[in-house]
């Protein structure tokens, strides 16, 4: 079954972003950042892992992955805007971390709400399910 273009968009909205945010988290915590201390497994478990887990979902275009992706774009999202606030000398890259996830909130939630419909996978209403 083919998509709508505007499927199409926010499919690539939330594939790009999201990548982007796989990318620039680790760039950002392992290199750019001067560091607090912690170790890097530390900082992997943490920072990494949790971005990593929807990723396959994501990458071959599961609506359900996409839905569900969402709680974890919110850790990042908490973070950038704790960090923006707290940590001066990264409010750039915090910044940066914002926006990667907010467009890949808005790019999932989207996504999996048209090409959900699309597919024929919504959840059935209370009085539908009592039938």
């Given at each position: 079954m083919?998509?709508?273009?505007?499927?199409k968009f926010?499919?690539f909205?939330?594939?790009?972003s999201y990548l982007?945010?796989?990318i620039?988290?680790?760039l950002w915590h392992f290199l750019?950042?001067?560091?607090i201390?912690y170790?890097v497994?530390?900082i992997?478990?943490?920072?990494v892992?949790p971005?990593?887990?929807?990723?396959r979902?994501?990458?071959t275009?599961?609506?359900y992955?996409?839905?569900?992706?969402?709680?974890?774009?919110?850790?990042?999202l908490?973070?950038?805007?704790?960090?923006?606030?707290a940590v001066e000398?990264?409010?750039?890259?915090?910044a940066?971390?914002?926006l990667?996830?907010?467009?890949?909130f808005i790019?999932?939630?989207?996504?999996a709400?048209?090409?959900g419909r699309?597919?024929?996978?919504g959840?059935?209403?209370?009085k539908?399910s009592?039938?």
């Amino acid at each position: 079954m083919s998509m709508a273009p505007l499927t199409k968009f926010l499919r690539f909205l939330a594939l790009f972003s999201y990548l982007g945010l796989v990318i620039w988290v680790p760039l950002w915590h392992f290199l750019l950042s001067e560091g607090i201390g912690y170790s890097v497994t530390f900082i992997a478990l943490i920072y990494v892992l949790p971005l990593l887990l929807p990723l396959r979902g994501i990458v071959t275009g599961k609506p359900y992955t996409h839905a569900w992706a969402n709680f974890v774009l919110m850790l990042y999202l908490m973070h950038g805007l704790t960090s923006i606030y707290a940590v001066e000398g990264e409010r750039w890259y915090a910044a940066l971390e914002i926006l990667l996830s907010s467009l890949a909130f808005i790019g999932c939630t989207f996504y999996a709400r048209l090409r959900g419909r699309e597919l024929g996978l919504g959840l059935k209403k209370l009085k539908e399910s009592e039938s």
